[in-house]
């Protein structure tokens, strides 16, 4: 069935249920395993959790200590909702251009516990079905930290003006997509706290999604007849499964992560990051990764314990995992990456399940093994300077980690070709990122 012009008012109709259920439930028995991550709080083990009796690293032994446990601890990390908006022309600032990732709008919400909408459950009970099952993994559990994300992304070739398909470039893509996962700490004994330390991350993803919509075609086309009539996209036609095609995504990554923070609070702090991981779906791939992080505070490495910054990494699971919550980032941010992948199906090169494919690459059209360099800025200007001066006009002990934030970030990329007969080996793209705790 083909997706006609009115797919964003249907788009919203059908998702629009998946996000209008913000809050999120613990539940009794909780079990270990749990890491830290944006909006975590990093008090060492022992700390005790604001509501909590439970302040002791032994597991409870009765049910009612286990109710107060398990009220406390998915209390002890805030759920943070984020929005953010992502362009390519705002990477290279000063020579804007459209290719590849060019432009998406993800919607994300980290917590601890049970997600209260029916479909981030089962997409979160999908992802934990098969890491346990397939991947021998861990199951998901009340002290893993959860996530989901509900979005659009648009790729494009270099070269907009044509309405040709283009061999020697990535075809037009449109994904909307709705995803939810996990994050298990494989290092923390029963009734353990999640603390600044050395760990080991095993990060589950589930994500179902529709190429070939017209979402993103009537963006970019209203984006450009406002900033450059001249520069229409004109190929819109060859996109992947133009007219409508489900497809989805599993993932599956294995981080490790080890925090250096020295004794000044003054003092930048830094975290290195190796990671693990596969994919099956509309890509099919294995990766792995290193990664250096730096910050002006505990908090803005925290976040890379089950974030991997993938040059190359989908939207969807690039948002889900990197929600970062009001009490991070409170200066500046950044990261160093280098990946290596080797690439055995990609659906958004060579063509959508269904739909119409115009342009379809075939296997030995483009590389199956890929090296991408990645570097990332990310800067917090509201909780920095905003939070202080909300403090001192309001003289009631304003708190600054609940208070909503602005991230802008930048990320400036090369990678090894993509397209055999294709020449462009960098990208860019910036965003800004608008994140707050709910309560």
């Known amino acids: 069935m083909r997706i006609g012009s009115n797919s964003l008012v249907v788009a919203w109709l059908v998702l629009i249920p998946l996000v209008a259920s913000p809050t999120c439930v613990s539940a009794e028995g909780m079990q270990p395993g749990m890491p830290i991550t944006a909006g975590t709080t990093t ?3 022992s700390a005790a959790i604001e509501g909590s009796s439970q302040t002791s690293l032994v597991t409870p032994t009765t049910p009612e200590a286990a109710r107060a446990d398990a009220a406390g601890y998915a209390d002890s990390m805030p759920k943070v909702r984020s929005w953010a908006v992502e362009n390519d022309a705002w990477g290279r600032l000063g020579h804007p251009s459209d290719r590849d990732y060019t432009m998406g709008v993800p919607i ?13 459950q089962w997409l979160r009970d999908g992802a934990s079905l098969i890491t346990s099952n397939l991947a021998h993994g861990q199951p998901a559990s009340e002290r893993d930290e959860g996530h989901w994300v509900w979005g659009n992304a648009t790729y494009t070739p270099k070269d907009l003006r044509t309405s040709l398909p283009q061999k020697s470039d990535r075809p037009y893509a449109s994904y909307m997509y709705a995803g939810a996962g996990y994050s298990s700490d494989l290092g923390l004994e029963a009734g353990e706290r999640p603390s600044l330390q050395p760990a080991d991350v095993l990060v589950s993803h589930l994500e179902v999604g529709l190429l070939g919509t017209q979402v993103s075609r009537e963006v970019q086309t209203a984006i450009h007849r406002v900033c450059c009539p001249d520069d229409l996209p004109r190929g819109w036609d060859n996109q992947v499964g133009n007219g409508g095609s489900p497809t989805f995504l599993y993932g599956l990554t294995w981080l490790h992560y080890r925090p250096f923070t020295p004794g000044l609070a003054s003092l930048p702090r830094v975290a290195l990051q190796t990671g693990l991981g596969a994919e099956v779906g509309y890509r099919v791939r294995v990766f792995g990764q290193g990664a250096i992080f730096f910050g002006a505070t505990d908090a803005d490495i925290a976040f890379a314990r089950t974030s991997m910054p993938q040059p190359v990494q989908p939207p969807g699971l690039r948002a889900a995992a990197d929600p970062r919550g009001p009490a991070h980032s409170r200066g500046f941010g950044g990261y160093l990456a280098l990946e290596v992948s080797g690439i055995a199906y990609n659906e958004l090169m060579q063509g959508a399940w269904s739909g119409d494919n115009r342009l379809r690459l075939h296997w030995n ?75």
């Open 43 to 45: 008090s060492p083990p």
């Open 108 to 120: 994300s919400e980290s917590y601890r516990g049970t997600p209260n909408g029916l479909a981030w």
């Open 365 to 439: 059209e483009y590389e199956h093994g890929l090296v991408a360099a990645t570097t990332g800025l990310d800067l917090s200007f509201v909780n920095l300077w905003a939070c202080a001066l909300w403090r001192g006009t309001t003289g009631h002990g304003f708190d600054c980690d609940e208070a909503p934030s602005f991230h802008w970030y930048l990320v400036q990329g090369w990678h090894s070709r993509d397209v055999r007969h294709g020449t462009e080996n960098s990208h860019f793209w910036g965003g800004i990122r608008f994140t707050y705790s709910l309560p």
